[in-house]
């Protein structure tokens, strides 16, 4: 069996339940997926690719050089849905100017004041990074809390699509990824995620919450399965939004 990610953080007796649990079957991939992107904006990015304990002085929220690693395979994922025409769907905050709604939010961080996903300077934290901004025929959703599906239209949106399955990449790991995916599971689709193309700015957590999702809501599988997966589906599965025909809002250039 080949190393998974997690392996290393996990005690002989962890190995053997889950072996003996029968935890971590493979579900396989469902019939009509669409392709989550959670929160891959500046806020969590950083405006260029640099070590995290240097991007985290001006994003506190930032995951650091793993996360421009990441965007190469999410990147890669997106303009495989958009080929197949598969739903792509984004997921970014959004936050009152005064950062009043952030509420809870602020009782778990020292820097909880610091309006890290609003504008920063002369950047809206809460855009999509560059590289892989929504085009004219995906969905964003906005939230306030870690799950894409919490107080938002996506359920509604799959049921519109007729999706069985979600396909999911992005960030944190262990908060906001991890939130969507046991909603997603809690709501009777098919998980996927493609493992390099989540990222977190603990290690530790990123490890222990793939392992986590993989024994029990979700198959965490490398980003080339799921492109092969995607390759075999027939063209236009779905009915998608048109798109504007107005000239595309123009998006910030990443930092060199």
């Known amino acids: 069996m080949n190393e998974r990610i997690w392996d290393k953080f996990l005690t002989e007796r962890d190995k053997a339940v889950f072996a003996a649990g029968g935890f971590g079957a493979h579900a396989g991939f469902g019939k009509r997926p669409a392709l989550l992107v959670i ?51 984004y997921t970014t905050a959004e936050r009152r100017a005064d950062n009043w709604d952030a509420g809870s939010w602020r009782w778990k961080s020292t820097r909880g004041e610091e309006a890290s996903g609003s504008v920063h300077g002369d950047i809206d934290g809460n855009e999509i990074v560059t590289i892989i901004a929504p085009g004219p025929r995906d969905i964003v959703i906005k939230k ?6 919490f ?7 799959l049921t519109l699509l007729g999706c069985d399955s979600v396909i999911v ?35 530790a957590s990123h490890a222990v919450s ?24 027939a063209v236009d599965l779905f009915d998608l939004p048109t798109g504007s025909s107005r000239p595309a809002t123009p998006v910030r250039e990443a930092a060199e």
């Not at 107080?151 to 509604?156: F, P, R």
């Not at 991890?178 to 700015?201: H, K, M, P, Q």
């Not at 793939?210 to 599988?221: G, R, S």
Request: proline content about 3%; glycine content about 6%.
């Open 39 to 89: 929160d891959v904006n500046w806020a969590f990015c950083g405006e260029r690719p640099e070590p995290i304990l240097e991007s985290i002085k001006r994003w506190r929220t930032s995951c650091g050089e793993e996360s421009w690693v990441a965007l190469e395979y999410i990147k890669s994922l997106i303009e495989a849905a958009r080929a197949k025409g598969l739903p792509v769907i």
């Open 144 to 149: 306030q809390k870690p799950s894409g599906f």
């Open 151 to 157: 107080g938002t239209n996506l359920a509604s949106y």
């Open 169 to 203: 990449v992005g960030t944190t790991t262990s908060g906001c990824v991890r939130a969507t995916v046991v909603d997603a599971f809690s709501l009777n689709y098919r998980v996927t995620l493609a493992e390099e193309g989540c990222f977190d700015r603990s290690e």
């Open 210 to 233: 793939l392992c986590d999702m993989h024994a029990k809501y979700a198959d965490v599988v490398s980003t080339a399965e799921i492109l092969s997966y995607i390759d075999q589906l």
